[in-house]
């Protein structure tokens, strides 16, 4: 087929399968630490005949001559071949920042080490100055690529306005996540603003706890990975027990890991590895790899658990979904309230009194640590989405010149102090903070559900597994917000959230 070709629908579909596949493996292979060079422009070239405007063209077309569920995977077809033709733009730039991210390295105490494993070395160093002047080298020797990020965001922006015809990104935004960002907004800081009181006091405790009362009274944010990590409970919370205790939890809700052989565990330490848990779905629910990197403490199981609902999602796809309702999504809101729920799981005290021998005053208040980090991560998103609102609002004059509020939201939101250096390293595309709140609300309501439905022992009960497994094998075709009308919620209704917030 020559490269000037239009697919039909189907010939793309099974064509786009094959790409996919391709990227995400490279991706993969990257993030691992297996490779120290990334190859996507190479992938790019090869399948340049999927991305045209006679391609979008046609699927244009298609799609309005379709109704129901054929049309939303049309339109979901069509959004992925516009993105693929900005990808095919952009590939040799990505792969050249994504290279220049892994050849920075940081000098620690005479010692060199990748800038990612710096960033993991933060969340074990138990001496307050280290992570200190550490932290400072590190966000240092990241700024330094701001300006290539910089120009990578300015013209991954100029050409999506161009290939969508819509200038303005928060609208784009809108209509491809079929949602209101302020309205969602308003009902995130209004959470926010209620629940400021039982945070303020369990963070007065848990820093003073964690950091010691000599720390600063706004600690930096070097100091975060450590403190999710909740390091003065790291010997109970172990890190060889980390994958057979997340295993067993699972197993109680009915899904055996170690016997779903879809699911691919990577939980080797390797020098680049990035140490941030993902899942990737590089052919749901054929191959889907769940990627962890465990340090010790409460975070290795948290982050298993919130991979694991990754994992089974896509693991539990219906095959005979069409390709697209198995892996393409409109945005991540859906598949994170399966993360989120799994990870709930761990705010349980009882979850702590059965796995780790806890007395249950000492389980109810270590589960009251894994409440605060959830509240501190919580007012981090929503004070983020602030910021990247205002950014992408102010984008056409600015240009992405200023860190604009970045750096006042975030350390008045937690009382962590955020540097303005970072306004860019921490800005995920497409308004994935959106997607993280919008699982917030929803595996809130889940919650709420599952006690209802099953009763307070839902997180080690059969029966969830069962409902959560009817969930799973829809893939990505419905959306977060018709998963609350199933549930009898409003999707902006935070009073679960706020309810699960204030359990101080």
């Known amino acids: 087929m020559s490269t000037t070709a239009v697919r039909t629908p189907e010939e793309y579909e099974a064509r786009l399968r094959d790409y996919s596949y391709e990227r995400s493996e490279e991706g993969r292979a990257v993030r691992v630490g297996e490779k120290e060079v990334s190859e996507q422009a190479a992938i790019v070239a090869r399948y340049a005949d999927l991305f045209t405007e006679a391609q979008i063209e046609a699927l244009r077309e298609a799609e309005g001559a379709a109704g129901g569920d054929e049309r939303e995977r049309l339109y979901r077809l069509r959004k992925t071949c516009e993105g693929g033709l900005i990808s095919a733009q952009l590939a040799e730039r990505g792969d050249a920042l994504e290279n220049a991210i892994i050849a920075t390295r940081v000098t620690f105490r005479g010692r060199e080490m990748p800038l990612r494993a710096a960033q993991a070395r933060l969340a074990v160093l138990d001496l307050y100055a280290d992570r200190e002047e550490l932290g400072d080298l590190e966000r240092t020797a990241s700024a330094r690529l701001n300006p290539d ?221 894994t409440v605060f980090l959830e509240a501190l991560l919580y007012r981090r998103y929503t004070a983020k989405l602030r910021y990247e609102l205002g950014f992408w609002s102010s984008f056409a004059t600015e240009r992405g010149s200023s860190s604009r509020d970045y750096s006042p939201l975030l350390t008045e939101a937690t009382g962590v102090r955020y540097d303005p250096r970072n306004y860019l390293s921490d800005m995920d595309g497409g308004f994935y903070s959106a997607d993280y709140l919008r699982a917030w609300i929803r595996s809130a309501q889940l919650r709420d559900y599952l006690r209802e439905e099953v009763g307070e022992d839902w997180w080690r009960s059969a029966q969830t597994g069962e409902i959560l497994r009817e969930l799973f094998a829809e893939g990505t075709r419905p959306s977060s917000e018709e998963i609350a009308g199933r549930l009898g919620y409003d999707p902006l209704d935070t009073a679960p959230l706020v309810a699960d917030l204030s359990n101080a």
């Open 149 to 369: 990020r910089l120009e990578f965001l300015t013209i991954a922006e100029d050409l999506e306005a161009e290939v969508t015809g819509d200038a303005d990104p928060i609208a784009r935004t809108e209509e491809e996540k079929g949602i209101s960002l302020r309205d969602l907004e308003r009902a995130l800081v209004a959470a926010s603003d209620v629940t400021t009181e039982p945070f303020l006091r369990l963070r007065e405790r848990w820093f003073d706890r964690i950091l010691g009362p000599d720390r600063d009274d706004q600690p930096t944010s070097g100091h975060v990975a450590y403190v999710r990590r909740l390091s003065p409970l790291a010997s109970t919370y172990s890190k060889e027990r980390a994958v057979p205790v997340c295993l067993e939890t699972t197993l109680a809700l009915g899904f055996d890991l170690t016997a779903i052989p879809n699911i691919r565990l990577d939980l080797e330490d390797r020098p680049q590895k990035n140490p941030r848990a993902c899942v990737i779905a590089s052919d749901p629910p054929e191959v889907v790899h769940l990627i962890t990197l465990a340090q010790g403490g409460l975070a290795d199981y948290q982050a298993f658990m919130h991979e694991a609902g990754h994992a089974l999602h896509y693991a539990g796809v219906d095959p005979r979904l069409p390709y697209t309702f198995r892996a393409i999504s409109r945005d991540h809101a859906l598949t994170e309230i399966y993360s989120y729920i799994c990870e709930a799981i761990t705010r349980e005290p009882g979850w702590h009194a059965l796995h780790f021998g806890l007395s249950d005053e000492l389980a109810a208040e270590n589960a009251q640590a």
